[in-house]
């Protein structure tokens, strides 16, 4: 019972010894009453053999005649004592015999259903915060989440206006009503909605706090390989894990944006994929993984200020439209460098949470203070060898561990699609082989994604990317007729490439003996088609990297841009292109990278003279065998 403030006997002290005499709330039921406690109460209603009274709009009972010391009317006050209740409900009370006394009043306390516990039919009480306030033509749809899951409850106040206006997201909320269902699920008729203050909704917010934060805590699965380096980056990704799972639990919509290339690919659709399953597992609503989780590629190696931009007009529509909370933006495979911070101060306007999983070479001072998390293994003594789909198909298994099988070859697709030196990719393409995928496989896998995202562009294309990397794919036999088609596709693009560009490339011998090949990619390669300037690079490079086998620099460039692979040079690309910002005047340098591939961007007009004290720099650069594509892997 709640205590309230004495009543007819003066001022109540912690210590009062009197008897206690309750006055009850008018919502009171029998669950706020215990036998043997005494009661103010009204008469409703006078017979031959007692009298019925009223301890509250809820509570009635008998007062027979022989427990009855005086005679009473109807609306008379009395004190009761509480004697009984019954089986049928029944109740029955006795006069109290009580001189001196302290009232005290009690409120009531519904008993409180979780929502994991709801049948059809029943009527009942939850408690919980409001992740969303969805107005329809008809009713208000509230969406509650408690300790155990989110219930639909639907209010009526008149057709297409809204119920409770009052209540807002993430207010905390007693709603009863019956429970009914709605498209297989259950859903509550709401028949009271009362905004929860002070100790009752802290107590509640409590509750759901600490049952949410159990939910969500990730699982814990060994990871695929043994690696050392990795286990540093283990704790971070159990905390986005975390985040992730947290942000599924309490109905917050989560966008993610990844690099469009097959690491991209590897590191998105695996997390894609797991969260769409645990949606389903927590949410009654079947289009519940369509409203909550969307990925899409971004073409450029950074967010930019057009992707926050949609994005962000996307995430204010959902919440105006459907009630929605703002979302939880993922970034994978890109969101590290000081090129992301416009479009994250963007996001701080609206406190949007933002969590990265990277591999390229951040600038954390920059980023940090905007990130909600970031993991990259720069942050803890590592690099780009590790890739963000090594990291993520981890992230994946923490939040559905049911995934592991259909996941053991992605991480050598996502080292080889993004041409890793790790020293475990021996490791990796062992496991891979253990699946059924030879490296032969697993590089047509990496060239049909690389070539898929191409030409997505700027769209998701969830079934095509599933079936070419065999990731939530219902038929093996599609998976490899596509890879077939989609890689011999890119080969054939890719010899055309570079036939065109062949007699343009300029090769010179650097200082410190390296090999740098150069080609305008604007003057002399196919434009508007497959391979894009950074693969057309990529690609050139390689095949210089077969034929001299020695150290090669090769840079493709444009207008205003060019991208940049080095083998067996060490070429430190976002220190390179701070130096050049400050020692090209007017050059407008910006962009970043990691020791072996990077991209940057300039004035049009400044391009010689950036492209020239870029080629400097890079015969000054050290040779690194480490570095180079012999120490990858003979399998």
């Known amino acids: 019972m709640t205590a309230g403030n004495a009543g007819d006997s003066g001022t109540d002290r912690a210590d009062d010894s009197r008897p206690t005499v309750y006055d009850l709330a008018p919502d009171c039921t029998t669950d706020d009453v215990a036998v043997g406690d005494n009661y103010h109460a009204v008469v409703n209603g006078v017979v031959a053999y007692g009298v019925f009274v009223d301890v509250s709009d809820e509570v009635s009972g008998l007062v027979h005649e022989s427990n009855l010391t005086g005679e009473y009317d109807v609306g008379d006050r009395l004190l009761v004592r509480l004697d009984e209740i019954r089986e049928n409900g029944d109740v029955a009370f006795t006069e109290a015999d009580v001189d001196d006394y302290r009232t005290v009043a009690v409120d009531h306390r519904p008993t409180v259903t979780p929502v994991e516990d709801l049948e059809v039919g029943e009527t009942v009480t939850v ?9 329809t033509a008809g009713p208000t749809v509230f969406r509650c989440c408690d300790a155990t899951g989110i219930v639909a409850c639907t ?37 009271s909605l009362s905004k929860l203050t002070g100790d009752d909704a802290d107590e509640v917010r409590q509750r759901v706090e600490t049952g949410l934060s159990e939910r969500a805590a990730p699982n814990d699965v060994p990871a695929l390989v043994e690696w050392d380096a990795f286990d540093k980056l283990r704790p971070d990704l159990q905390g986005v894990a975390r985040r992730l799972r947290r942000a599924v639990l309490e109905g917050r ?8 290339d097959g690491d991209g690919m590897c590191a998105s659709l695996p997390v894609q994929v797991a969260l769409e399953r645990f949606i389903r597992s927590v949410h009654d609503d079947d289009d519940a993984p369509r ?6 590629p971004s073409k450029a190696p950074y967010y930019e200020m057009e992707d926050v931009t949609r994005d962000l007009n996307f995430a204010l529509e959902g919440r105006e439209r459907h009630g929605q909370q703002l979302p939880l933006l993922l ?16 996001l701080a306007h609206y406190d949007v949470p933002i969590v990265v999983v990277d591999h390229h070479h951040p600038d954390p001072e920059a980023v940090n203070d905007l990130l909600d998390a970031h993991v990259n293994p720069y942050l803890h003594g590592e690099d780009y060898r590790i890739t963000t789909g090594m990291m993520c198909v981890e992230l994946a298994r923490m939040i559905d561990p049911g995934m592991t099988d259909e996941l053991q070859h992605v991480p050598a697709v996502a080292g080889l699609a993004d041409r890793s030196k790790a020293e475990t990719m021996s490791d990796f393409v062992d496991l891979a082989s253990e699946a059924g995928y030879d490296r032969g496989d697993l590089v047509r896998i990496g060239e049909a994604l ?14 095509l990317v599933s079936d070419v990397l065999n990731v939530d794919c219902d038929d093996e036999h599609r998976h490899e007729e596509l ?6 596709r890119a080969e054939r ?53 077969e034929e001299t086998g020695d150290p090669v620099i090769t840079i493709g460039y444009g207008p205003d841009f060019a991208v940049l692979r080095s083998d067996g040079v060490r070429l430190d690309i976002p220190e390179m292109v701070s130096e050049l910002n400050e020692e090209v005047v007017g050059g407008g340098v910006s962009g970043g990278g990691h020791l072996v591939v990077g991209s940057i961007k300039f004035v049009k007009g400044m391009r010689g003279e950036v492209i020239d004290a870029l080629v400097e720099k890079m015969a000054d650069a050290e040779l690194d065998e480490a570095l180079s594509s012999a120490t990858v892997l003979d399998t």
Request: hydrophobic letters at 35%.
């Open 127 to 135: 408690e919980g915060t409001v992740t969303q306030i969805k107005q």
């Open 155 to 191: 209010a009526f106040e008149e057709a297409g206006v809204r119920a409770h206006p009052e209540v807002e997201l993430d207010d905390v909320v007693r709603i009863a009503g019956t429970v009914e269902e709605h498209e297989g699920s259950p859903q509550i008729e709401v028949e």
């Open 253 to 260: 919509p989560i966008r993610v944006r990844h690099h469009a």
């Open 291 to 296: 409203h909550l989780i969307k990925r899409l």
């Open 331 to 346: 970034m994978l495979d890109n969101g590290s460098t000081e090129e992301d911070v416009p479009a994250y101060e963007n």
């Open 450 to 463: 690389d070539y898929a995202a191409h030409w997505l562009r700027y769209s998701e294309g969830k079934t």
């Open 483 to 488: 890879v077939d088609f989609l890689a011999d």
């Open 493 to 545: 693009d890719i010899d055309r490439q570079l036939a065109a560009l062949d007699p343009h490339v300029e090769h010179e011998r650097l200082d410190n003996d390296a090999h740098l090949y150069r080609v305008d990619l604007d003057d002399f390669a196919h434009r508007f088609t497959y391979p894009a300037p950074g693969k057309t690079t990529g690609n050139l490079h390689d095949r210089k990297v």
